[in-house]
């Protein structure tokens, strides 16, 4: 059974920094690609960023470049998102994600996942 465990989101000020991490178990990590979702309020939940921990290929929606980072754990079954200069639209539940059909991050980044953790609240207070 596939499962996702996140951490590491609470409240932070404008313009600080976050990591989350997700620990997985369930499935073979090398195969699949992880990543993190996010559902901010009025919005569908979307793709942040994505990595394949075979070969460390990440995908980054354009929400996320150049403020958030994905990386993998030694174990290859932990993920991380380091998000900087958070903003408070940056607000909301971000999941963590799997799907058992996709081993690129660009496929389970653009597409809807069958996996999903219970998520981790961000607020970002203005």
Request: proline content about 2%; overall charge negative.
């Amino acid at each position: 059974e596939v499962q996702l465990v996140e951490s590491g989101g609470g409240l932070v000020q404008i313009g600080g920094s976050l990591r989350l991490s997700c620990i997985a178990s369930g499935f073979t990590f090398d195969e699949f690609a992880l990543g993190w979702f996010r559902q901010v309020p009025g919005k569908e939940r979307e793709g942040v960023a994505c990595i394949n921990s075979l070969d460390g290929t990440t995908y980054y929606a354009a929400i996320a470049k150049g403020r958030f980072a994905i990386s993998s754990g030694h174990t290859k079954n932990v993920v991380y998102l380091k998000m900087d200069d958070l903003r408070p639209e940056d607000s909301g539940i971000y999941y963590c994600a799997t799907d058992l059909g996709h081993s690129s991050s660009y496929a389970l980044c653009t597409r809807r996942p069958t996996e999903w953790g219970q998520g981790t609240l961000v607020t970002v207070s203005s």
